[in-house]
Every structure is written in structure tokens, then in C-alpha cells.
């Protein structure tokens, strides 16, 4: 199984400022099935990025993915307040599909 | 618009069954695989299985396969989930999600339902 982990757990920023999530895989993922969901309070997860850098339909440009191998970054140029939530990344490429745990963006 | 809307709340008791739906509206039911994905505040988020709805094939986590089972029917546009031999660690949100691409089950999950709670408790 491939697990993958983010960091930080939180992040703590301010609208405006720039946020940078990491992703990292236990082993190797190909980019073109790996992707970011935000998920907001009792909402469900939204797709964000797809292919490690494609954005969804819909998704404002402020959002952005790379990344390959084993380490993935979702950037968030400058926070709005909808942005504070949190953040899964996923790879859907070996079953079984797995999901990383989370990173929270709060309000500093 | 691609809308999944899902059945209501279960409450279940340790080692009986539940059986979940998805009705999908907006798009080609047929063309488009369907994931199921729960959610618990320990454990995150973790794939249950997926199916392709014109051909009712499926697949399934190795630690699930004595326990769940997934179906289709075309004529009303539905997915359902079985999950039997409920613990108390079943107690989850369960989610179906929609394959982002047509015809493939390797792919990012476009468009969620709106998720069924289901509580695991004597």
C-alpha cells in the first residue's frame, strides 16, 4: 500500500499571504494519477488538482500542483477566506487507492 | 450538472448489515465509474471499492473483500454499497464519488455525493 504523507498538520497563515502543502509518497506515484482535494467544514471533499498539476473545472488559478515521484507541493498564492479548510492529497494510480491525512489551513 | 445524492442516516448495531445509495442525474450513468470513500475523525479518508456501472465488475480493498459488495442498476441510475458484519470502527461518513474520466477506474473523483453517516453502536 502506498502511504502518503503531508505535512505540516497546520498551517497557520493569514489571508493574502502564500501557502505551500507538501505531499510525500512511500513509494513512487506516477503524476498522472495523482491529485489534491479541499475539503471545508461539514462539506464534502472538492477535486482541486488532477495529474499532480491540472486544475479542476472551476478551480481559480491561485491554485496550483506539482511535483512527481515521490514529493508533491499544492501552492496557494495568496489565501482568500474561503480557502481555510483542509487539504487532501491522493494518488489513484495503485490499488489500493490511498489518501493522505490532512493539512489543515487556519486563520492565524 | 453531475449531481450523486445519497441515502439518509443509518444506525446500526455491532454485526448486522447496511445498504447505501448513490443516484446519479446529469450525465451518462453508464460511462462513468463510481467510488465509494468513507471518512472517520481517526482514520481519514480510506477507498471502500469502485464499480463500473454498465458491466456491474468491481474492485474491491483486499481488507474489505469478505465485506463489502457493490452493485449498479442502470434503469434508475443508482449504485448501492453493502457492508456487512458492521464494528463499532465501521462508524463513518461514507461518500460516492464519480471517476473523472470516462470509461476508466484510474482516475481523480470529480464530483461527490453528499455523504451517509453510519453509526456502529449497541
Known amino acids: 500500500e502506498i502511504v502518503l504523507t503531508q505535512s505540516p498538520g497546520t498551517l497557520s497563515l493569514s489571508p493574502g499571504e502564500r501557502a505551500t502543502l507538501s505531499c510525500r509518497a512511500s513509494?513512487?506515484?506516477?503524476?498522472?494519477?495523482f491529485g489534491w482535494y479541499q475539503q471545508r467544514p461539514g462539506q464534502s471533499p472538492r477535486l482541486l488538482i488532477y495529474?499532480?498539476?491540472s486544475r479542476a473545472t472551476g478551480i481559480p488559478d491561485r491554485f496550483s500542483g506539482s511535483g512527481s515521484g515521490t514529493d508533491f507541493t499544492l501552492t496557494i498564492s495568496r489565501l482568500e477566506p474561503e480557502d481555510f479548510a483542509v487539504y487532501y492529497c491522493?494518488?489513484?494510480?495503485?490499488?489500493?487507492?490511498?489518501f493522505g491525512g490532512g493539512t489543515k489551513v487556519e486563520i492565524k | 450538472q453531475v449531481q450523486l445524492v445519497q441515502s439518509g442516516p443509518e444506525v446500526k448495531k455491532p454485526g448486522a448489515s447496511v445498504k447505501l445509495s448513490c443516484k446519479a442525474s446529469?450525465?451518462?450513468?453508464?460511462?462513468?465509474?463510481i467510488y465509494w470513500v468513507r471518512q472517520t475523525p481517526g482514520q481519514g479518508l480510506e477507498w471502500l471499492g469502485v464499480?463500473?456501472?454498465?458491466?456491474?465488475?468491481?474492485s474491491y480493498p483486499q481488507k474489505l473483500l469478505d465485506r463489502v459488495t457493490m452493485t449498479s442498476d442502470t434503469s434508475t441510475s443508482t449504485v448501492y454499497m453493502y457492508l456487512s458484519g458492521l464494528r463499532s470502527d465501521d462508524t463513518a461518513v461514507y461518500y460516492c464519488a464519480r471517476a473523472g474520466s470516462p470509461n476508466s477506474g484510474a482516475t481523480q473523483f470529480d464530483s461527490w455525493g453528499q455523504g451517509s453517516l453510519v453509526t456502529v453502536s449497541s
Open positions: 446529469g450525465y451518462t450513468f453508464s460511462k462513468y465509474y
Open positions: 464499480i463500473n456501472p454498465s458491466a456491474n465488475s468491481t
Open positions: 513509494q513512487s506515484v506516477s503524476s498522472s494519477y
Open positions: 495529474a499532480a498539476s
Open positions: 491522493h494518488q489513484y494510480g495503485t490499488s489500493p487507492l490511498t
